[in-house]
């Protein structure tokens, strides 16, 4: 089945203590991207990547580090989460190139800072 | 830069009635513009999309048009059932490509009462 995976689906932390979500799409699908949903603010992107080590930031990376280094994997790292990064996580791909602008989403991950 | 400005809702239905959820974007150029639902617990997922002016997305009795004219692409279905219950976002791609993502609005909260 095609799909994109996402672990953990719910995190609980403190702050300051380094975590990683991990993201994995078995679709060969060359872009990649990490959102965040909050209440009243709709989807904001994290980072995006076009390919293997390449990656950009989107709308809110501040906090957030991302890499690259498998075609079908793309983890969030927090390395020091703060209470503001508190929310609801999306990860999605898409095949990229011309024409291929839906994106595939994972199921999320719903983090907690304290 | 790109935006996507939706009715927030809640939006509160009977059953059978007929739905209209309103979605205007201000892009440059000719973007995709694509319409994703979000039920309780899940990830997004897509409902249908337009490509270009004039094109009708249809999907599970929705349709939405893409007007150029009006910049809109609202969201329409002739009789509604409690299934349909759930967070719309109305969203656009940059024409130049999907890597960078999409640009969602805000999202609709939808609840059909029995």
């Known amino acids: 089945e095609a799909q994109v995976t996402q672990n953990p689906r719910y995190l609980i932390t403190v702050t300051g203590k380094k975590l990683t979500v991990t993201c994995s799409q078995n679709?060969?699908?060359?872009?990649m991207s990490w959102y965040r949903q909050d209440p009243g603010l709709g989807l904001r992107q994290i980072y995006y990547s076009m390919n293997v080590e390449v990656t950009d930031k989107g709308d809110v990376p501040e906090g957030y580090k991302v890499s690259r280094k498998e075609k079908r994997n793309f983890p969030l790292i927090l390395e020091s989460p703060s209470p503001n990064q508190t929310s609801l996580y999306f990860c999605a791909s898409n095949p990229g190139g011309i024409g291929s602008y839906e994106q595939y989403f994972g199921p999320g991950t719903r983090l907690t800072v304290t | 830069g790109n935006s996507v400005t939706q009715m927030e809702g809640p939006v509160t239905l009977s059953e059978e009635a007929f739905l209209t959820i309103n979605c205007t974007y201000t892009a440059t150029g000719y973007p995709s513009l694509f319409w994703y639902v979000q039920y309780p617990g899940e990830g997004l997922q897509l409902l249908l999309k337009a490509t270009k002016a004039d094109d009708k997305g249809s999907n599970k009795g929705f349709e939405a048009t893409y007007r150029k004219e009006t910049t809109s692409f609202h969201l329409e279905k002739g009789s509604v059932q409690v299934s349909d219950s759930a967070v719309y976002f109305c969203?656009?791609?940059?024409?130049?490509?999907?890597?960078?993502?999409?640009?969602f609005g805000k999202g609709t909260h939808l609840i059909i009462q029995p």
């Open positions: 679709m060969n699908h060359e872009y």
């Open positions: 969203a656009l791609s940059d024409p130049g490509g999907g890597a960078d993502g999409l640009t």
